[in-house]
Nanobody, 117 residues
Framework: QVQLVESGGGLVQPGGSLRLSCAAY????????MDWYRQAPGKQRELVAA???????NFADSVKGRFTISRDNAKNTVYLQMNSLKPEDTAIYCC???????????WGQGTQVTVSS
């Protein structure tokens, strides 16, 4: 059974940092592109960052220079390091896995990030 399990969300003050983790179970992790999406209340879901199996990252313009994405294929885990957080970063952050060799994709359940003083 495939599972993506996020952790690391919480409440942080503006300017603070958080690191999200997403552990993947039941997939050949290195064959999947891993994405982090976020959705704020009343807004469309936004692709925040992505990383290929080989470690090539991509970022939305809104987070460039503040967020980094990394993965540990030995631990089947992808990370999102979020620095210089702003109130507009408040959202539910979801992990998404999409196969680089087919059409399979999977979603995690999401973790809440709240940036507020």
């Amino acid at each position: 059974q495939v599972q993506l399990v996020e952790s690391g969300g919480g409440l942080v003050q503006p300017g603070g940092s958080l690191r999200l983790s997403c552990a993947a179970y039941g997939i050949r992790f290195s064959l999947y592109v891993m994405d982090w999406y976020r959705q704020a209340p009343g807004k469309q879901r936004e692709l925040v960052a992505a990383i290929t199996g080989g470690g090539t990252p991509n970022f939305a313009d809104s987070v460039k220079g503040r967020f980094t994405i990394s993965r540990d294929n030995a631990k089947n885990t992808v990370y999102l390091q979020m620095n210089s957080l702003k109130p507009e970063d408040t959202a539910i952050y979801c992990c998404h896995a999409r196969s680089s060799v087919g059409t399979l994709s999977y979603w995690g359940q999401g973790t809440q990030v709240t940036v507020s003083s």
